[in-house]
């Protein structure tokens, strides 16, 4: 299942459109609450608009999301 919490993405449209991301939660079938590098506010994104890659993070480690983000 591709859509699960802590699968690292790609966002494809939008503000952030290119930058990596990583699902906080799922809302329903179409949409989750993501976090991106450019904005740390969790914000409701459609699954249509993202890409998702092969990386799973823990969301309990906030060291390991900034890594999955690309933030130092």
């Given amino acids: 299942m591709l859509v699960e919490t802590g699968r690292v ?24 609450r993501i976090i991106t590098a450019k904005r740390k506010k969790e914000r409701r994104c459609n699954t249509k608009h993202l890409e998702f890659l092969n990386e799973k993070v823990n969301l309990g480690s906030q060291d390991e999301v900034n890594r999955a983000l690309g933030v130092r």
């Fill in 9 to 32: 993405c790609i966002k494809k449209y939008g503000r952030d459109a290119g930058s990596r991301a990583v699902i906080t939660k799922i809302d329903d079938e179409n949409f989750v």
